[in-house]
């Protein structure tokens, strides 16, 4: 019955979705007001079913109901509840369905909040939303229907992938679908823009809080991944340039991208065909994810070619939306008005040049992940295109882009004095040169040859990005020029989004010193101990304890326990396992983490020798919980910009006052 | 300065940047990219001494062995067989007569050091590249492995 229920409420959201999609659109053709006030109430509608449908799959999963056969194969009645209600999501047809959610919510955000946008552009851009549900729910509904009944219903489900029975499951596709799904707000913007052959500064304003939410969840999404298969997957790597990554990678440089043009945009009035043009690839890299991810393309391109009505279909999608917005773009493109002039050496300039290596980074991982996939496709020729790869490409583009980094916020918009910021920047220099040699001087000391000599550079280059962040502050502040009263009233004084670029800058060179002391100084020990037997690693010793056989719901872990000593003396113990799923036959590893300050000392186990002899590995990550730490502060950044009030009161009305206050910045 | 000027000066400016992109992915496509080979194409000596790739198969029964926490076993792939050392933990799935992928250099002696051995996260599941050289030699058919493709695969490597 539930089922039913949900197959019906996803076909009546599949029919809401095609009225928002003809009719505001439609209205806003003719100019009438009545037609295009349908899309907001009929937004919120679909929101309601879609949400109904994905209830009633909860519902499903929550009461192991295995006539169903979505349920069968991804749920088992052991399971601990809240992996009932994740698995959900952690199949194929459940994800879809939460993509599709994601995007009802978004639209239902637009109709409910976007109560100052001029109605023709409102009109447009649930249409245009409409239109992505649509397709998407046409998708859900053909292809991948997860209410599907078996005729013959087991007993018992076949349970959910081991690995994904994480509490990672429960925030981590959520976190990523908003972010990912959160895109088609600014693409629905462009797309609309475009139709009308209308842009302004106001547009960039409405724009920049949608892809700066999305951006927050992007950003955490991804390191919550991140820090998931570093903890799960039992090797300690934290990024591994896998196809799955790389796809919500690309949307988000692109997002980043776009925040920063969409800055000039709504600050200047320029560089606007460049901002819709990173919209609609921001969210077009979001959909390729989707397809590389959902389409099978990734596990066998034969797969791909023997099974072809789901990948088909999703090209079939891509093809659409992104071959249509891309021809609507160069129809309408020229259209747009010019923009205000700007000096290379200028903020403009600062950000034109992080859009320019942003969206180089992001073809060098486009082309990375496709090659191959391209390569077998023409060839039959099988490669991996590797950390190596991606290493020499992204890293050699984010260098001078880091580098350049604390310069941008500290020039001025039009026309700014590279020489004059260089100079007060001369302090957050000295701190990074201090930084580098300090480092190096304290590797030297440790051991001879350990770390390779990049590393203390990398160090200071990351001091320098967060000593520059605070630079700026401090320069607006005018900390050091005027009286400590008064430069507290101007720090209190400044917006919040100032100290949102601060902060979330401030997060990159955090990221990147976790990143750096990670890749150069890792610590490693692989070892077979018998119980009692020490492993020394860095300046602590670990000593197997015991092991031991413990029984989880629906699975039984072999624990090895090890006492950590560092200097004789005792701090505590860890605990690696390895877990074995009946139902699937599956085995997990477990790996055991400590920390120490923002250090971790992390501790997998291997198989168990006749000897009574335990595979171990045991690695020592200096300061790698800096890596996702810096991620968080740099979603905060995002916050605080997103809480700045001019982006949440009365954004102005569309340019038409303001065509006359901007003349154009000719001299 | 002009509008004209300043365009020239922006489109110069992308295009370097375009440039220094494409030359880093050119150079780090002929340097980087590991091809993936099999056993047969081993034996038969395709591949020279010393080159980063990927082999895979199957892993011979009754050919593991270990000591601490050195391995050796044997890939094969039905026609040729290529031994294997490796140091470190072996993934989970890791059995005899199950498919492997192992990253390494192929030695002189024509034996093949791995320092990565990846294994898929599924019972039922075969690497891909495994499956289609177990297919190019018929020792394995399309429709035994069934169920959804499993998500990541399970890495164990030492650098």
Not at chain 1, 40 to 46: E, H, R
Not at chain 1, 338 to 358: C, D, H, K, T, W
Not at chain 1, 517 to 530: D, F, G, M, Q
Not at chain 2, 21 to 47: Q, Y
Request: charged share 15%.
């Amino acid at each position: 019955m539930i089922a039913e229920i949900g197959q019906y409420a996803l076909i009546l959201a599949l029919a809401l979705a095609l009225v928002q999609m003809v009719v505001p659109a439609w209205g806003a053709a003719k100019g009438d007001p009545v037609l295009m006030g349908v899309a907001a109430p009929v937004a919120l509608a679909m929101l309601i079913f879609v949400g109904g449908a994905f209830a009633c799959l909860v519902a499903l999963y929550v009461t192991s109901d295995f006539s169903v056969a979505n349920v069968v194969e991804n749920s088992h009645s052991q399971m601990p509840l809240v992996y009932k209600i994740t698995s959900t999501w952690g199949n194929h047809e459940g994800s879809m369905l939460l993509w599709a959610l994601v995007l009802a919510v978004f639209g239902a955000l637009v109709a409910l909040f976007g109560g100052n946008l001029p109605d023709r552009l409102k009109a447009n851009v649930l249409a245009v939303q409409a239109s992505i549900a649509t397709a998407f729910l046409l998708f859900i509904l053909l292809t991948s229907n997860p209410f599907l009944r078996v005729l013959s219903p087991p007993g018992e489900g076949r349970d959910l992938n081991p690995v994904l029975q994480d509490p990672g499951l429960a925030i981590h596709p959520p976190l990523l679908y908003l972010g990912y799904v959160g895109l088609s707000i600014a693409f629905a913007f462009a797309i609309a823009a475009l139709i009308e052959g209308r842009i302004d500064a106001a547009w960039a304003r409405w724009v920049r809080p949608w892809t700066l939410t999305a951006w927050i969840f992007l950003t955490l999404g991804i390191a919550m991944g991140s820090y998931w298969a570093y903890y799960e997957l039992g090797w300690g790597g934290w990024w591994f340039w896998d196809p799955v990554e790389n796809a919500s990678l690309m949307p988000w440089l692109a997002a980043t991208a776009l925040l920063h043009s969409a800055v000039v945009m709504e600050k200047r009035d320029a560089l606007k065909v460049w901002t819709i043009l990173l919209a609609i690839l921001a969210f077009s890299l979001s959909l390729i994810g989707t397809f590389l991810v959902r389409s099978g393309v990734l596990t066998s391109v034969h797969a791909f070619a023997t099974d072809p009505l789901r990948g088909v279909f999703i090209l079939a999608i891509l093809v659409v939306f992104i071959g249509g917005s891309l021809a609507l773009f160069a129809l309408r493109a020229g259209e747009l008005r010019q923009g205000g002039l700007f000096a290379p050496i200028s903020r403009e300039g600062a950000l034109v040049f992080n859009n320019l290596f942003l969206t180089a980074a992001t073809a060098s991982v486009f082309v990375g992940t496709l090659y191959p996939l391209a390569l077998e496709a023409l060839t039959g020729d099988k490669i991996t295109v590797g950390p190596p790869f991606f290493n020499l490409t992204f890293g050699g583009l984010m260098l001078p882009l880091v580098f350049a980094m604390p310069f941008g916020p500290l020039l001025a918009w039009k026309r700014g004095d590279l020489l004059g910021v260089a100079q007060r920047l001369m302090l957050a220099a000295g701190f990074a040169v201090v930084a580098a040699v300090v480092t190096a001087a304290a590797t030297a000391a440790v051991s001879e040859e350990r770390g390779p000599v990049l590393a203390p550079v990398a160090i200071g280059l990351a001091v320098f990005i967060i000593a520059g962040a605070l630079t700026d502050i401090a320069e607006r502040a005018g900390i050091g020029r005027v009286s400590a009263r008064l430069a507290v009233r101007r720090l209190t004084g400044l917006p919040r989004s100032t100290f949102g670029t601060a902060i979330a800058h401030l997060g990159v060179g955090i990221c990147l010193l976790g990143i750096v002391s990670e890749s150069a100084w890792s610590l490693e020990k692989i070892a077979a101990v018998r119980i009692g037997e020490t492993v020394t690693i860095g300046t602590r010793d670990l000593t197997l304890a015991r092991v031991e056989n413990r029984a989880g719901p629906n699975f039984t872990s072999r624990v090895a326990v090890f006492e950590i000593r560092e200097g004789g003396i005792s701090q505590g113990t860890v605990e690696a396992a390895k877990r074995q799923f009946a139902a699937r036959q599956m085995a997990t590893t477990e790996s055991g983490i400590r920390t120490f300050g923002f250090s971790q000392l992390y501790v997998s186990i291997g198989e168990e020798h006749a000897d009574g002899a335990l595979s171990m590995r045991a690695t020592w990550k200096p300061f790698v919980t800096l890596i996702w730490l810096g991620a968080v502060v740099m979603a905060l950044g995002g916050l605080l910009s997103l809480a700045d009030r001019r982006l949440r009161v009365g954004a102005p009305k569309p340019a038409r006052m303001r065509r006359g206050a901007l003349p154009a910045a000719a001299e | 300065m002009t509008r004209k000027g300043r365009r020239l000066i922006l489109i110069g400016s992308a295009l370097t940047v375009l440039a220094l992109a494409a030359g880093l992915i050119l150079t780090a496509l002929n340097d980087t990219i590991v091809f993936f080979r099999s056993p047969s194409e081993i034996a038969e000596h395709k591949v020279a001494p010393g080159a980063r790739l990927r082999l895979g198969g199957l892993v011979e029964a009754g050919s593991v062995a270990k000591q601490g926490t050195a391995v050796r076993f044997t890939v094969t792939d039905g026609n040729a067989q290529v031994p294997v050392t490796y140091t470190g933990i072996l993934p989970d799935l890791f059995r005899e007569g199950q498919g492997v992928v192992a990253e390494g250099v192929v030695q002189t002696d024509g034996s093949f050091k791995a320092d990565t051995v990846l294994a898929k996260h599924d019972e039922r599941y075969m690497p891909r590249e495994v499956a289609d050289a177990l297919k190019k030699q018929g020792h394995w058919k399309e429709g035994e492995p069934g169920g959804p493709p499993a998500p990541a695969p399970v890495r164990s490597t030492v650098q």
